[in-house]
C-alpha cells in the first residue's frame, strides 16, 4: 500500500516528529508509515486523515493484492 504521508506532511508544514507529537506516536512509527513498512490501525489512519482534513483514501492507496505466479 501506498501513502501520500511525506506529501501531506510537507503541504502542512509539518515534520515527522511535530506530526509523532500530534498524534502520540513515535517519530519512528510516522518513518514506517511513510516508507510503506508499517500500516497503521484504523484509528490512526482516521487520525491521520483528519490532520490532513481529508479521507483515508486520499492518504493510502490501495493497490490491491499483488499475485502469486
Known amino acids: 500500500m501506498k501513502n501520500r504521508l511525506p506529501e501531506l506532511r510537507k503541504m502542512f508544514g509539518?515534520?515527522?516528529?511535530?506530526?509523532?507529537?500530534?498524534?502520540?506516536?513515535?517519530?519512528?512509527?510516522i518513518i514506517s508509515i511513510?516508507?510503506?513498512?508499517?500500516?497503521?490501525?484504523l484509528?490512526?489512519?482516521?487520525?491521520?486523515?483528519?490532520?490532513f482534513e481529508t479521507t483515508i483514501e486520499h492518504v493510502f492507496i490501495y493497490e490491491g493484492k499483488k499475485e502469486e505466479g
Open 14 to 29: 509539518y515534520s515527522q516528529e511535530r506530526l509523532a507529537a500530534k498524534l502520540g506516536v513515535s517519530r519512528q512509527t
Open 34 to 41: 511513510e516508507k510503506g513498512k508499517y500500516f497503521p490501525s
Open 43 to 51: 484509528p490512526l489512519a482516521f487520525e491521520l486523515a483528519k490532520t
